[in-house]
């Protein structure tokens, strides 16, 4: 019986046995089905995927930017559909970088690309609501769902997001990870990456933001094209209060600069599409697009650093804008301003019409480019315009560099000039007859009749022309169509050629092509086009010295224009011509000393005359304003006495 009894007892204990032994070899066969299927369920959605190291050789577009000669002003972006700017982790804010692990991925530093707690609070609210909503993405998985992924949620989608992440922090380090992601999201107004965001909405740099501006971006992050709406400032405002509590509770920023940075207002610049420079600017992008391409241009992310002096820019479209207005009194309705650097051929500056914003100046019965008294767009610094008088210059200096000189005299008398088949009968500004002049006077005072003289008998009309084409004066392509009149100014110019042009007599003689662009730099810092160009002579400098002396002799020209007129500054010697076309379409003003050349035009865009006024009154006065602010900026530089 006792024997029975000790059988039964150790049969029972070796079922008890081998039922716990079938449990466990079915738990490992369970698990090890599991780690199949799993393995299995990688291999399956792995196999199409793309190779995370795919990074290192994908090329982010980036936008071409246009800088003002510092690289400090942002003119304009040429860009497709994102506009961004690559940065390395160590220039972006620090507040930045700290407000992004707080609020997206506290853990970041922590963890091997998921997050397991977040993953299981996210399901266990999404099987709560029965679909997927709430998610628990770290970093490196949104970073991978931004590049490879779509953003539909569905259990694939997951399931190649967490495969790809793994094998993302498997190769790459953390900062390697967060650089690639501060550079890749999307902040809304086309912004991708931090750089382009911060330009965006707070025009500085990512490393130069604020704590409540870095708070600000990083709220954008969940849901761009919503926070970025104007109507929903409000709800970014919340959104970036809870960024500052999320930086506190990580123990980021401390309780003074939690409360300080939530009393700051947002400060967003207001979205608009402005462009700084707008003439110049298309001027130069239409160089970059003809000689590299558009979609070039859209994407390589250039860095164009061009000649303009901001500060001069912004003092020129002033003076143009509120002198153009005043000078609708005469029935002037435009304006148009150049600045060059002669020795270098630099513009400085380029205003060409009173407004490029103004659309709102277009009367009710304008048509573009027909009848319109003003039109913003058209750059009229590029636009042929008679110059007047402006023109004279060039053909005394051809006078000058055949043998004559300031003492040489004319008689200023009526006189007429065969024209086809009538005759022509030009008349001086005042209506009177001086009788013998020198050609001092008759430049100094733009004496008509004395002026067709010296180009008639003295300088010749095919030498003139060609002076002037040496010069820069890029219209004359047919001297043959050309007559006497073109000493008063009866050939068409551009503003752009005419400042240039001058610059060589600020030179004494040194020609050199107008430049827009300093250098050209890729995304990697390499100069890809530098300008080199250096003037060359076209003129000795002697006849030159004569042409400088009479422009900027305020005795010579006085007995027209008064001793005090706008071309007069004390204690400065400044050579300038003006010019008005006959019937009173065009009136111009060029100055210079041997630093700088500006051009003044003021006019109608569709050729409209004004009220009989000549240009002292209304080029003049804008040159003179514009003059008297920066001559004290820039050296005090005299002419070569001859």
Same mark, same amino acid.
């Given at each position: 019986?006792?024997?029975?009894?000790?059988?039964?007892?150790?049969?029972?204990?070796?079922?008890?046995?081998?039922?716990?032994?079938?449990?466990?070899?079915?738990?490992?066969?369970?698990?090890?089905?599991?780690?199949?299927?799993?393995?299995?369920?990688?291999?399956?959605?792995?196999?199409?995927?793309?190779?995370? @190291?795919?990074?290192? @050789?994908?090329?982010?577009?980036?936008?071409?930017?246009?800088?003002?000669?510092?690289?400090?002003?942002?003119?304009?972006?040429?860009?497709?559909?994102?506009?961004?700017?690559?940065?390395?982790?160590?220039?972006?804010?620090?507040?930045?970088?700290?407000?992004?692990?707080?609020?997206?991925?506290?853990?970041?530093?922590?963890?091997?690309?998921?997050?397991?707690?977040?993953?299981?609070?996210?399901?266990?609210?999404?099987?709560?609501?029965?679909?997927?909503?709430?998610?628990?993405?770290?970093?490196?998985?949104?970073?991978?769902?931004?590049?490879?992924?779509?953003?539909?949620?569905?259990?694939?989608?997951?399931?190649?997001?967490?495969?790809?992440?793994?094998?993302?922090?498997?190769?790459?380090?953390?900062?390697?990870?967060?650089?690639?992601?501060?550079?890749?999201?999307?902040?809304?107004?086309?912004?991708?990456?931090?750089?382009?965001?911060?330009?965006?909405?707070?025009?500085?740099?990512?490393?130069?933001?604020?704590?409540?501006?870095?708070?600000?971006?990083?709220?954008?992050?969940?849901?761009?094209?919503?926070?970025?709406? @104007?109507?929903?400032?409000?709800?970014?405002?919340?959104?970036?209060?809870?960024?500052?509590?999320?930086?506190?509770?990580?123990?980021?920023?401390?309780?003074?600069?939690?409360?300080?940075?939530?009393?700051?207002?947002?400060?967003?610049?207001?979205?608009?599409?402005?462009?700084?420079?707008?003439?110049?600017?298309?001027?130069?992008?239409?160089?970059?697009?003809?000689?590299?391409?558009?979609?070039?241009?859209?994407?390589?992310?250039?860095?164009?650093?061009?000649?303009?002096?901001?500060?001069?820019?912004?003092?020129?479209?002033?003076?143009?804008?509120?002198?153009?207005?005043?000078?609708?009194?005469?029935?002037?309705?435009?304006?148009?301003?150049?600045?060059?650097?002669?020795?270098?051929?630099?513009?400085?500056?380029?205003?060409?019409?009173?407004?490029?914003?103004?659309?709102?100046?277009?009367?009710?019965?304008?048509?573009?480019?027909?009848?319109?008294?003003?039109?913003?767009?058209?750059?009229?610094?590029?636009?042929?315009?008679?110059?007047?008088?402006?023109?004279?210059?060039?053909?005394?200096?051809?006078?000058?560099?055949?043998?004559?000189?300031?003492?040489?005299?004319?008689?200023?008398?009526?006189?007429?000039?065969?024209?086809?088949?009538?005759?022509?009968?030009?008349?001086?500004?005042?209506?009177?007859?001086?009788?013998?002049?020198?050609?001092?006077?008759?430049?100094?005072?733009?004496?008509?009749?004395?002026?067709?003289?010296?180009?008639?008998?003295?300088?010749?009309?095919?030498?003139?022309?060609?002076?002037?084409?040496?010069?820069?004066?890029?219209?004359?392509?047919?001297?043959?169509?050309?007559?006497?009149?073109?000493?008063?100014?009866?050939?068409?110019?551009?503003?752009?050629?005419?400042?240039?042009?001058?610059?060589?007599?600020?030179?004494?003689?040194?020609?050199?092509?107008?430049?827009?662009?300093?250098?050209? @730099?890729?995304?990697?810092?390499?100069?890809?086009?530098?300008?080199?160009?250096?003037?060359?002579?076209?003129?000795?400098?002697?006849?030159?010295?004569?042409?400088?002396?009479?422009?900027?002799?305020?005795?010579?020209?006085?007995?027209?224009?008064?001793?005090?007129?706008?071309?007069?500054?004390?204690?400065?010697?400044?050579?300038?011509?003006?010019?008005?076309?006959?019937?009173?379409?065009?009136?111009?003003?060029?100055?210079?000393?041997?630093?700088?050349?500006?051009?003044?035009?003021?006019?109608?865009?569709?050729?409209?005359?004004?009220?009989?006024?000549?240009?002292?009154?209304?080029?003049?006065?804008?040159?003179?304003?514009?003059?008297?602010?920066?001559?004290?900026?820039?050296?005090?530089?005299?002419?070569?006495?001859?």
């Amino acid at each position: 019986m006792a024997e029975r009894k000790i059988n039964r007892t150790i049969y029972q204990k070796k079922k008890r046995w081998r039922w716990l032994f079938f449990i466990f070899n079915s738990f490992l066969l369970i698990v090890f089905l599991s780690l199949c299927l799993v393995l299995g369920v990688f291999i399956y959605y792995a196999k199409d995927l793309p190779r995370p @190291e795919k990074f290192t @050789e994908r090329e982010l577009f980036q936008s071409t930017k246009i800088y003002d000669r510092s690289g400090k002003i942002l003119l304009y972006e040429i860009f497709g559909e994102e506009k961004r700017t690559y940065l390395s982790l160590d220039k972006i804010s620090n507040y930045l970088k700290k407000a992004v692990i707080a609020t997206e991925d506290a853990n970041f530093y922590r963890h091997k690309g998921l997050d397991f707690k977040a993953i299981v609070r996210a399901l266990l609210i999404d099987f709560k609501i029965g679909k997927f909503t709430y998610g628990a993405s770290t970093i490196p998985q949104q970073l991978i769902r931004s590049t490879y992924l779509s953003v539909k949620k569905t259990p694939e989608r997951k399931i190649k997001e967490v495969i790809l992440t793994l094998e993302l922090e498997r190769r790459y380090s953390k900062d390697q990870i967060f650089e690639w992601y501060l550079n890749q999201i999307p902040f809304g107004r086309n912004a991708y990456g931090v750089e382009a965001a911060a330009q965006v909405y707070f025009e500085k740099s990512a490393f130069d933001l604020s704590l409540g501006e870095a708070a600000t971006l990083t709220a954008l992050i969940k849901a761009p094209s919503y926070y970025s709406d @104007e109507n929903n400032f409000e709800k970014l405002l919340e959104r970036r209060n809870f960024v500052l509590e999320r930086m506190f509770k990580e123990n980021f920023i401390n309780k003074e600069e939690l409360e300080n940075s939530k009393k700051e207002p947002l400060n967003i610049v207001k979205e608009k599409y402005q462009i700084k420079a707008p003439h110049f600017v298309m001027y130069v992008k239409d160089y970059l697009i003809e000689k590299y391409g558009e979609n070039f241009l859209k994407e390589k992310g250039l860095k164009v650093y061009t000649s303009l002096d901001w500060e001069l820019q912004e003092l020129a479209e002033k003076i143009v804008k509120e002198g153009a207005e005043k000078n609708k009194a005469y029935n002037a309705h435009n304006a148009a301003l150049v600045a060059i650097n002669p020795k270098n051929g630099e513009i400085l500056a380029m205003v060409g019409s009173k407004d490029w914003y103004a659309t709102s100046s277009y009367p009710a019965n304008c048509t573009p480019g027909k009848n319109c008294l003003f039109e913003p767009y058209p750059n009229v610094a590029l636009r042929g315009r008679q110059p007047g008088s402006a023109f004279k210059p060039f053909v005394y200096l051809t006078a000058f560099e055949k043998g004559y000189d300031d003492k040489t005299v004319v008689v200023d008398e009526p006189t007429c000039w065969p024209s086809g088949n009538k005759e022509w009968c030009p008349q001086n500004y005042d209506g009177l007859f001086r009788g013998p002049v020198t050609l001092r006077q008759a430049l100094a005072q733009s004496l008509n009749i004395p002026s067709v003289k010296v180009l008639d008998s003295l300088a010749g009309l095919n030498d003139s022309i060609k002076n002037a084409q040496k010069f820069g004066i890029t219209t004359l392509t047919d001297p043959k169509k050309y007559g006497l009149a073109i000493v008063l100014g009866g050939a068409e110019v551009k503003l752009l050629d005419m400042v240039s042009a001058y610059g060589v007599f600020a030179t004494e003689g040194m020609a050199i092509s107008p430049v827009s662009i300093l250098k050209i @730099e890729d995304t990697k810092g390499n100069v890809i086009e530098e300008n080199k160009t250096t003037p060359k002579r076209v003129i000795d400098a002697e006849p030159v010295r004569i042409l400088n002396s009479i422009l900027s002799d305020n005795e010579a020209r006085a007995p027209i224009f008064g001793s005090r007129s706008w071309l007069y500054f004390e204690n400065y010697q400044i050579a300038a011509k003006t010019g008005t076309t006959e019937n009173w379409r065009d009136a111009w003003t060029i100055g210079y000393t041997p630093s700088i050349v500006v051009g003044v035009w003021v006019g109608n865009n569709d050729n409209t005359p004004m009220n009989g006024v000549i240009a002292i009154v209304v080029a003049g006065k804008l040159w003179h304003d514009f003059m008297e602010k920066i001559l004290p900026k820039l050296p005090k530089e005299n002419f070569t006495n001859y």
